[in-house]
């Protein structure tokens, strides 16, 4: 009896879960563009993953003023995107006009915070940026993803590379880069590129349409218009 309980219960047993993928290593040019831009003088940058080694090696050479605030590690516990998001901020210095962040790193955080939490990712961001600050992402463009949001490190080529830490896969939110503009107020898309490995990469700034409002000319009326003949242009400084 004791051999047939022995093998009921390992049968009811669940099967070890399979192993985690090995490390990839990825291109990112638009993350290359962004940290150049940052060459020139020492900017502010926030860091929205885990405070790699790597990471802040490379970082530091840019700027001394790097801040980490760990998103990935409060999605990682378990908490909602949305108070994830609300820890994190609290945490994070404020920021804002005297000493705004000039390039803000989001990994591939933005899947996993969804649609319904971007607006409120935005809105506590948004005001701890400079003008035009970039804010770099990577999109899923497949339909799953890692569960877990992965861990990006910065290789000495300025290769990306990425960790997953769980085999399980969930379904990917597939944002499009066209729909970031409204699901991110204050932020419109710069550049995107599909990059080799199915990755959609991202660039957005930061703008405030508020001050920045779109004027146009109004048409001058028909009757102040002055017409010539056919062929004929005005010659410089005649009337």
Not at 2 to 21: F, I, K, V
Not at 90 to 95: H, M, Q, R, V, Y
Request: proline share 13%; hydrophobic share 40%; aromatic share 4%.
């Amino acid at each position: 009896m004791s051999w047939l309980y022995s093998r009921r219960r390992a049968e009811a047993e669940p099967a070890p879960a399979p192993p985690p993928p090995a490390p990839e290593r990825h291109a990112a040019p638009g993350l290359l563009e962004a940290l150049a831009r940052l060459d020139s003088r020492p900017r502010r940058i926030l860091d929205l993953g885990p405070p790699l080694r790597a990471n802040v090696a490379r970082l530091a050479r840019l700027t001394p003023r790097l801040a980490i605030a760990d998103l990935r590690a409060e999605l990682t516990d378990g908490l909602a995107p949305a108070a994830a998001v609300d820890q994190v901020f609290t945490l994070l210095p404020p920021g804002g006009a005297a000493e705004p962040y000039e390039l803000v790193l989001a990994w591939d955080l933005l899947d996993h915070l969804g649609r319904e939490t971007l607006p409120r990712f935005a809105a506590l961001l948004a005001p701890r940026c400079a003008e035009r600050c970039q804010l770099h992402a990577l999109l899923a463009t497949g339909k799953a993803m890692p569960a877990l949001p992965r861990r990006f490190r910065i290789l000495d080529d300025d290769t990306l590379e990425q960790e997953t830490s769980s085999a399980e896969e969930v379904p990917a939110p597939r944002l499009q880069p066209g729909e970031l503009d409204r699901l991110l107020p204050g932020f419109v898309v710069e550049k995107s590129r599909l990059l080799a490995y199915g990755a959609q990469e991202v660039v957005l700034a930061r703008t405030d349409h508020a001050e920045t409002p779109i004027t146009r000319v109004a048409p001058v009326p028909r009757s102040q218009r002055r017409t010539l003949p056919r062929g004929r242009q005005p010659l410089p400084g005649r009337s």
